[in-house]
T-cell receptor, first 114, second 110 residues
């Protein structure tokens, strides 16, 4: 199994540009998550999904959109990039069945907005 | 909202020392996670626990639900243990929605 994969690894965007961060998992996990990690700060949840077709906001959803059309994929869309969105983005997945199980993290995408 | 506090923020040790990292949270939880973030940035889950104690190799995690406190211990520390250790909690029935501490930066010198 490849686990959780993310693309791209690094991207520079200009203010106002849009992009999609890709996330794929091959473990048949029902839950998937997007986090951002700012320097010196803890991880913060952006959006999460409990299954295909179901998404919900996390702590810091503004400026982002997600979709979950399949179990495997959970892309994160930035519509109008702003410098405040400069961060490292992690995708994660887990299998939840009445209790929380281990979360598996992707390698991260480093985004710089100039 | 659950607040998660870790201490210390930075920890330096000599190889072979016994290390303890602490985590306190403010409200009831369904589970507590300990994660390790390598210098290259990758994040790995070390433990998930809701009561008692778990051990994996030289790592031991304990939790006291009544005191809302958890500890991560590393025995016989090694330079390869140098990393950021992150505590995260899932509150109530919100299994997937983790609240994270800021992390503890551990440096182990040979």
């Amino acid at each position: 199994n490849a686990g959780v994969t993310q693309t791209p690894k690094f991207r520079i965007l200009k203010i106002g540009q849009s992009m999609t961060l890709q996330c794929t998992q091959d473990m048949n996990h029902n839950y998937m998550y997007w986090y951002r990690q700012d320097p010196g700060m803890g991880l913060k949840l952006i959006y999460y999904s409990v299954g295909a077709g179901i998404t919900d906001k996390g702590e810091v959803p503004n400026g982002y959109n997600v979709s979950r059309s399949t179990t495997e994929d959970f892309p994160l869309r930035l519509e109008l990039a702003a410098p405040s969105q400069t961060s490292v983005y992690f995708c994660a997945s887990s299998y939840v069945r009445g209790y929380q199980e281990t979360q598996y993290f992707g390698p991260g995408t480093r985004l710089l907005v100039l | 909202k659950n607040e998660v506090e870790q201490s210390p923020q930075n920890l330096t040790a000599q190889e072979g020392e016994f290390i303890t990292i602490n985590c306190s949270y403010s409200v009831g939880i369904s589970a507590l996670h300990w994660l390790q973030q390598h210098p290259g940035g990758g994040i790995v889950s070390l433990f998930m626990l809701s009561s008692g104690k778990k051990k994996h190799g030289r790592l031991i995690a304990t939790i006291n639900i009544q005191e809302k406190h958890s500890s991560l211990h590393i025995t016989a520390s090694h330079p390869r243990d140098s990393a950021v250790y992150i505590c995260a909690v899932a509150g109530g029935t919100s299994y997937g929605k983790l609240t994270f501490g800021q992390g503890t930066i551990l440096t182990v010198h040979p």
